[in-house]
């Protein structure tokens, strides 16, 4: 019923940008928190960041503060990602999730408060 669709990933080189989408079908997104997430083979999932329904709170992981934006436009039903200065640890598919509570509990808590989880896309930061 809850769901996700991620886009916007690709392949770009260190130093590059992306911005990624989190767009909601068959639901608003007003009332949730959204949290982007991300796997990389053989590691285990982490809290990217994180932005509160009303886009007042937002949590950054150390990996990616001051180089990750996260931001929320719910008239159009999307939370956006930008990445900035892309380095290669940042290869990953990238999730982006819906939870009921705070940011602390979608991107600190394990597990993580998560209502519906998008498919993923895929970020390739090479060459």
């Known amino acids: 019923q809850l769901q996700l669709v991620e886009s916007g990933g690709g392949l770009v080189q260190p130093g590059g940008s992306l911005r990624l989408s989190c767009a909601a079908s068959?639901?608003?997104?007003?009332?949730?928190?959204i949290g982007w997430f991300r796997q990389a083979p053989g590691k285990e999932r982490e809290g990217v960041s994180c932005i509160s329904s009303s886009g007042g709170s937002k949590y950054y992981a150390d990996s990616v503060k001051g180089r990750f934006t996260i931001s929320r436009d719910n008239a159009k039903n999307t939370v956006y990602l930008r990445m900035n200065s892309l380095k290669l640890e940042d290869t990953a598919v990238y999730y982006c999730?819906?939870?009921?509570?705070?940011?602390?509990?979608?991107?600190?808590?394990?597990?993580?408060?998560?209502?519906?989880w998008g498919q993923g896309t895929q970020v390739t930061v090479s060459s």
């Open positions: 068959g639901f608003t997104l007003d009332h949730y928190a």
């Open positions: 999730a819906a939870g009921p509570t705070s940011v602390q509990a979608m991107c600190v808590m394990n597990p993580p408060s998560v209502l519906s």
